[in-house]
């Protein structure tokens, strides 16, 4: 694979005599419309996360405390964890943040699937191989489909009692065929006592 490489010291002569040989025909050609209007000066690169990007400011078991960057004073945090399939591709994502008076829904979950699932059968969230609860989804994107769920009081008491909970979606090639993610429960209630509380209204 390395005799494939270009040795360092032959880009570096290309690179001296690209401008050796511009010399040679524009008679030292210095205006911006030369070769120097074709070299990148870069940009700045901040030390942290750029403003609208995502990051993590704490890990909780298997979940992430993951947060919006904003001018804000205090950045927007919701509990975060990607689900993989059983050859290890990331496939979906559930993030989770609790609400302040949200009357029966404790807590709202954004789940984010990929896009080729079948949206009329719907999502099942179910806890150490209970029924579980089946979900609508709200609308499709070009990152996914996404489900905006509630979540009750007893949906967050299994979750912080489970030990696993498992998503599952029908693949819509393949309406006969279920997909199972399982969704790890380690860390949840560290997590979740430490997301935001957003306003229901």
Not at 5 to 14: H, Y
Request: net charge negative; glycine share 10%; proline share 6%.
């Amino acid at each position: 694979m390395l005799k494939h490489l270009i040795p360092l010291s032959t880009i570096t002569l290309l690179a001296l005599a690209a401008p050796l040989a511009a010399q040679d025909t524009t008679e030292q050609d210095t205006s911006d419309s030369g070769a120097a209007a074709q070299l990148d000066l870069g940009q700045p690169v901040g030390d942290g996360p750029q403003l609208g990007e995502r990051y993590s400011k704490e890990q909780f078991g298997d979940w992430d405390l993951a947060c919006i960057k904003t001018n804000a004073e205090e950045d927007p945090c919701s509990m975060l964890q990607v689900l993989s399939d059983d050859q290890g591709n990331p496939t979906a994502e559930v993030s989770i943040f609790r609400l302040e008076g949200g009357g029966q829904a404790v807590a709202g979950g954004t789940i984010v699937v990929p896009l080729e699932t079948l949206l009329t059968a719907q999502v099942t969230v179910a806890v150490d191989g209970g029924s579980g609860k089946r979900y609508n989804f709200s609308f499709c994107n070009p990152l996914g489909c996404i489900a905006q769920v509630g979540f009750t009081e007893e949906d967050i008491t299994a979750f912080r009692r489970g030990n696993a909970a498992t998503l599952t979606i029908v693949p819509a090639p393949a309406p006969d065929q279920l997909v199972q993610l399982p969704m790890s429960l380690t860390g949840f209630t560290a997590a979740y006592d430490a997301v935001d509380v957003v306003p229901a209204n």
